[in-house]
Each structure stands twice: as C-alpha cells, then as structure tokens.
C-alpha cells in the first residue's frame, strides 16, 4: 500500500511545483526580457530495508527558456534589445557582475547609466557608465555608448558589456533577483561581436496560451494523485476490516 503513496505523494509535490513555476511564467508574461522557468526534476530513490523500489521526484536546477521574445519598436533613444543569445552585463546590488536580457534603460539622478531595477549598466571594462550632465545619449548597434552636450562633438563614454553564453562551462542561473549569472559566479568575457537593436525592447518568451494550459494540466494532475491517495486509504480500511473477519 505505501508503494501506492509514495507514488502519489511524489507526482503531488511534482504537480504542486510546476504550478508555481507555471504561474510565475504567467505573472510575468509583461516582463520585457523575461526568461521562462523551466520545471525540472530528478528521480531520489529511497534508502533503507524494503525501499528499493521507492523514489521521489525533486526538485532540479531550475532551467530557462532562452529563445527570443518578439521585438516592439519604442523608437525610444535609450531602449535597446540585445540581438541573438547576448546578454547585458549588469552590476547587482552586492556588487558583482549580472547578466540581463531587459533593455529599458535610463540616466540615474547620480548621472549613471541604469537598467532593470535601477542597477548599473556595466561597459567592457566591468564598470559602471557615467554619463554627463543634460547630455543626450544615444547608444550605437555595436553598444557604444555616446553623450552629446549642447553643440559639441559627441563623446563615446564605452561600450555597453554584452556576452554571449556559448558552453556548458558559461550556462548562466538565475538568481533569487532575477538576474542570471555564470555557473561558477566568475564574470564572463565581453563578445565584441554581439550585437543589439537600437530604439527597441524584447517582450517576455513566456507563451501566455500554453502557460494556461499547462496549469489547467497541472491542476488535474494534482486531483489525480490525490484521488490515488483517498483510494489507498480506502483499500487499507477495507483490508483492515477483512482481516478483523478473518480474526
């Protein structure tokens, strides 16, 4: 009988995770640069005496969707979308090097380049653009960053730092921040052939239509491991009573 629950238990916790990796895709359906969650899990068989052929589904290294979401023209001078698998370079609010795919930026109050969350841009170098005061910016497709004050001549400021993950070795994890880094959490070299588009943002990769469906799939999947375990409890009343007949 404990066979019976184990399975369902475990196909439970599975269900219950995927709904909220499901539901976390959906509530960010809007989010410019947004990677989908991806559920994953591993099999983890039981140790002990008569528990060899028990196993649970947890929970995995959560993965990623990394295909490109649809591109909309903002023809904003300060809003760009990263071209291909390249991510911008970031600096998080611990101070280490992250990786985006969000490109709304905008000039701080500080005079610094800032992306999502109000975080620094980060160049080439691994350091923060600053930018002068009532300059206008503009921001070519190779991410060189230039500032313009008044009549003068423009000025280049840097490059914004773009990688792009290309092996298993540079597989980048999202954090608990939103943010991806590299496996290891060592900052990843600046491809100078990456690319992006200039006056454009990246909308989110999660497909909102499948998301649902996926949740209305999970839902009944849910209800049937619980039924598998009302009828496990069933069968052991009902064993239990032809036994005390047996007695």
């Known amino acids: 009988m404990d066979r019976v629950i184990y399975t369902a238990l475990s196909g439970a916790n599975a269900a219950m995770h995927r709904q909220q990796v499901l539901s976390h895709n959906l509530a960010n ?4 640069g947004f990677r989908a969650e991806l559920a994953t899990f591993r099999s983890v068989p039981l140790r002990g005496e008569g528990a060899t052929t028990r196993a649970f589904a947890l929970e995995a290294t959560a993965g990623h ?3 490109p979401g649809t591109l909309t023209s903002t023809g904003r001078n300060l809003d760009v979308a ?4 390249a991510y911008f370079a970031i600096q998080a609010l611990d101070g280490t090097e992250a990786y985006t795919r969000a490109g709304a930026l905008q000039v701080s109050a500080q005079g610094q380049l800032v992306g999502h969350a109000g975080l620094p841009m980060l160049d080439d170098a691994g350091a923060p653009i600053n930018i002068p005061d009532n300059a206008r910016v503009t921001i070519g497709r190779d991410g060189t960053v230039s500032a313009r004050v008044g ?3 423009p000025q280049v400021l840097g490059r914004l730092k773009l990688v792009t993950p290309d092996d298993e070795a540079q597989r980048l994890v999202r954090g608990d921040d939103g943010l991806f880094r590299s496996v290891d959490g060592a900052p990843l070299p600046a491809d100078p052939a990456a690319t992006l588009a200039d006056g454009m943002l990246e909308g989110s990769n999660v497909n909102a239509v499948e998301a649902m469906v996926g949740l209305i799939a999970v839902q009944r999947q849910y209800e049937l491991q619980m039924r598998m375990l009302q009828n496990a409890e069933k069968n052991d009343q009902t064993a239990s009573q032809l036994l005390g007949l047996g007695g």
Do not use: H, K, Y
């Open 151 to 153: 009549d003068e001549a």
């Open 65 to 67: 969707l990394d295909t």
């Open 82 to 85: 990263a071209v291909g698998r």
């Open 29 to 32: 359906v809007s989010t410019n």
